[in-house]
């Protein structure tokens, strides 16, 4: 998929080519996340966040086409609730899947090899302007289409180092370079 600085600037273009247009600085703080897998091309997105307050988080979620962001849950955090979130999609389309009544026949592929840790199957497609609210402790996992996706994110607070995922490989905090 190229280096780090190849990926974030391909994440660039692609923000552009949908109007969202960060600062020199802000590209510098585009997180590429890779969740320790160490194929991004196929697990994993980028990311930017404008804000992560003790309140609330927004945040760009771009993926390239068909780069997937590995089932995970936001559990209650120190008692609090766990991260409700609503990803509205601002370009491409994307296929999320949710715990619920499982879809017959799934639009997304999970990366061969890693079906048993796909669980839910309940599927959302969205298009540019559609959105969907994710309750907390909610598996999820979402694919980009074949041309790619950006989702804003807007959210609770935001702590993915308590995110839990089904794969048990998957490091959140690793393979971050910001």
């Known amino acids: 998929m190229g280096n780090r600085n190849e990926v974030k600037q391909r994440t660039v273009e692609i923000l552009h080519k949908a109007g969202l247009l960060l600062t020199e600085e802000e590209q510098k703080n585009i997180e590429i996340a890779d969740m320790g897998l160490g194929h991004l091309e196929t697990e994993g997105l980028q990311l930017f966040t404008y804000i992560n307050t003790d309140r609330y988080c927004a945040k760009e979620l771009v993926l390239f086409p068909r780069q997937t962001c590995p089932e995970h849950l936001h ?16 370009w ?63 959210s609770s607070t935001s702590r993915d180092e308590f995110d839990v995922f089904t794969d048990p490989l998957v490091k959140r905090m690793e393979g971050i370079n910001q």
């Open 75 to 90: 559990p209650s955090v120190h008692g609090e609730p766990g991260k409700q979130e609503t990803f509205r999609c601002r």
């Open 92 to 154: 491409g389309t994307v296929y999320l899947y949710v715990e619920g009544e499982e879809t017959a026949s799934i639009q997304a592929n999970p990366p061969a090899g890693k079906e048993a840790v796909y669980t839910a199957k309940h599927e959302i497609i969205l298009t540019p302007g559609q959105q969907y609210t994710i309750p907390p402790n909610t598996k999820h996992w979402f694919q980009a289409s074949d041309e790619g996706a950006i989702v804003s994110e807007f």
